[in-house]
Structures are given as C-alpha cells and as structure tokens.
C-alpha cells in the first residue's frame, strides 16, 4: 500500500461524514429557501452551491492528506498574500449591501475577508508554537501577545473598515482560543479581557456605523418588550423570530406556501445565507433545528478528540483556531436569528449559500484531518522497530 493510499484510509471519516451531512443538509436548505423565487439566478442558488462543494472537496482533501508540518513554509506566505487582498478589497473591492468586502472576478465573487481567518489560523499557529525558539527574548509572554496581536490585528481592523463586523467579530474568539493553547499565562488574557470591555463604549460611539448602532439597540429594545417599528429597522429581526416561533416543534413542513419566508417577509438575499437557520426553524421546527445543531456540536467534539491525539503543539493550535472559527459562526449565525446576538452579516458554516466560506471551511476541515492522519510523529516510527529489537535481546 503507497503512502498516499494509506494517509486517505487513515482519514477520520466519521468526522468526514459528519461534515458531508452537514454540506448535503446545508444544500437542501439553500433550495427550500429560493425554490419559490421568480428571479432564476436565486432559484438555481442551490445548484451552485453543490459545484462549489465538489470544488471544495479538492482543498480538504489537499490539506488532509498533506502533512501539516508544511505550513512552515507556506503559512506565512498564504497569511501575506490573503492580507494584500484584504487591503485591496477594502479600497477598490465589489460594495454589496453597504460592505465593500469581495473581489468581482466576473463569473464570481471572491471575499478575501474569510481567506485571511484561515490564513490568520496558520500564521498564528506557526509563531505560537516556533516564535518562542529564534531568541530567548521572544519567550516573553508580553512579546508573543504582542506579535500575535499585530498578526490577528491587522485583518481584524480592514474588515471592519470594510463595514462587515460579523467576520470582524469572529476573530476574537479564534484569536482568544489559540492564546489560551499557545501557552500564554491566564492572568495576561485577564488585562486583554478587562482592557477591551473598557474600551467597548468608544468603539460603539466612534467605531460603529449608524445602522449598526441601530441593530444592537433594536436588540435591546425587543428584549426589553419595548415598541419598535417592524416595517424599518426591526423589519428582519421580528420576522425571523415570527417565522422561528411559528415552525413548532415539527416545522410547517417541506415546501409549504403558508411558511413566512414563501411568502416574501425574509429577504431572499439572506434567506439563503444569513438568515437562513430562521427559514430551516420554520420548516422543520424546534426537531430539525436541533439535529442540525446536534450536527454541529458532533463536529466540533471529533475536533476536540483530535486536537488531544495532535502530535505536537503546531496540530493543536490548528485544530483550537478552526473550532473558534466554527463555534463563532454557528453562535453568531443562530443567534442574531434568536435575538440573542445583533443582526451581523455572518454565514451558517456548511448550510449558508456562499462560496469563499464553503471552500475555506472545507479546507480547514481538512486541515484537522490532516493533524489526525499526521497524529503519529514519523521520526518516532523509525526509532520504534529498533527498540522493540534491544527489547526482544
């Protein structure tokens, strides 16, 4: 058996068949969310979604079966170069919806922003886990916190230039989660912390444009029972809780004209990525939701066993940084449809409709794939027979 044919055995397919329900779920929700729409470029959304997951499956199983060691080499390169494209987006990229945050490449929409998360997950793990090696100075924690901040940072601010605080707000967690495994002592993380909630007023009053000021104070008022007017700026907010609300616990059902979202009151522009865990709530109810949810939380356990067989700190972190990203979204995406988040343009990981997040998604998942099937270090392999040999004399 060749190496490569052993690596592609080898494979976690549990965790595998686990994201492919997902990605196949995630299909038949982008159909039942456009299938009704008069404009044909919607209602073939689905079709387009299966062409990018048959492209992904090329990048996952790239990065499964190559050894994530490799990232030495092009982690950093992979960081630059999405950054350069995020710079470049922010000043001469594709305005959408008030967010200047993709490239127009004719046929497609590349949005750099979800590049540069997956290329801040590698470069962040490369010097979490090598910097402290080059020079005793650069032990310090202080130093490292530094160094990685600047790296998380600098994505961080463009994307938030670039209007789109949903993917912006998703690197806290990523970059939160890999600190706190990139061994970095608590009481640091504790400043960071107590730091950036002092700081949080002025990045509301200052940071924020208006109408997202006006999401999180819509939030707070519908939480707080107060009037809000449902035909402007709570408009997506009340009806994404009506449709929720209404699917019961069964759902109204595949294809049902009665639903809120047939009828036209959730934007067919995000009802099939944003937006799109209110219209699978009201078709398959608080039972489906749950499954899909129960979905997501099997996936990142089998990410969590992995990042525990990891070989070294480097698979670790890798496997850390893709959960952050993974939790955030399905946090982020499900709750702003619950009213427990503000509304932020975020996409449901392997459900919503978008090709860039689809494509990297699938390629950090293969990445994780790639730290299990490399989980047995190769250097230890060849000392193992040699041992077993003095053992048996």
Not at 16 to 28: S, T
Not at 231 to 244: D, H, T
Not at 304 to 309: G, I, Q, R, S
């Amino acid at each position: 058996m060749t190496p490569l044919l052993r690596k592609f055995f080898g494979i976690n397919w549990l965790l595998f068949v686990n994201m492919l329900a997902l990605l196949i779920f995630g299909v038949f929700a982008i159909y039942s969310a456009c299938w009704m729409r008069d404009d044909p470029d919607l209602v073939s959304k689905w079709r387009d979604q299966v062409y990018w997951i048959i492209f992904g499956f090329i990048f996952f199983f790239a990065g499964s079966l190559i050894d994530y060691k490799w990232v030495k080499f092009f982690g950093l390169p992979f960081y630059v170069v999405s950054v350069v494209a995020l710079i470049f987006t922010t000043f001469w990229g594709t305005e959408i919806n008030g967010t200047r945050a993709w490239i127009d490449l004719g046929p497609v929409l590349i949005q750099p922003s979800q590049i540069a998360i997956a290329g801040g997950i590698l470069a962040l793990g490369l010097i979490l886990c090598t910097m402290h090696k080059l020079h005793p100075v650069l032990r310090n924690p202080f130093v490292r916190l530094l160094v990685t901040g600047i790296v998380a940072g600098i994505p961080f601010i463009f994307v938030l230039i670039q209007g789109d605080f949903g993917s912006a707000i998703v690197w806290v967690p990523v970059y939160g989660a890999m600190i706190l495994i990139g061994n970095i002592p608590f009481r640091y993380m504790i400043v960071i912390v107590l730091t950036v909630t002092m700081f949080l007023p002025f990045a509301y009053f200052f940071g924020l444009k208006e109408y997202q000021k006006k999401r999180i104070t819509v939030q707070i008022d519908m939480l707080q029972g107060k009037k809000v007017n449902i035909l402007a700026e709570a408009y997506s907010a009340y009806n994404n809780l009506l449709a929720i609300g209404s699917g019961g616990w069964s759902g109204k059902g595949f294809k049902n004209p009665d639903t809120i979202n047939n009828q036209g009151f959730i934007s067919p522009d995000t009802a099939i990525n944003d937006f799109i865990f209110a219209v699978l709530a009201e078709e398959h109810g608080f039972r489906g939701s749950l499954m899909m949810l129960g979905g997501f939380v099997l996936l990142l356990l089998q990410c969590v066993f992995v990042a525990f067989y990891s070989r070294d700190m480097m698979g670790r972190l890798i496997v850390v940084g893709v959960v952050g990203l993974i939790f955030a979204h399905v946090y982020q995406n499900v709750g702003m449809n619950l009213l427990i988040m503000p509304i932020t343009g975020i996409p449901l990981p392997l459900i919503s409709y978008g090709g860039t997040f689809v494509i990297i998604a699938m390629f950090l998942l293969g990445m994780v794939q790639s730290v299990w099937v490399h989980r047995i270090d190769p250097e230890a392999e060849k000392v193992r027979p040699a041992m077993e040999i003095d053992h048996l004399d």
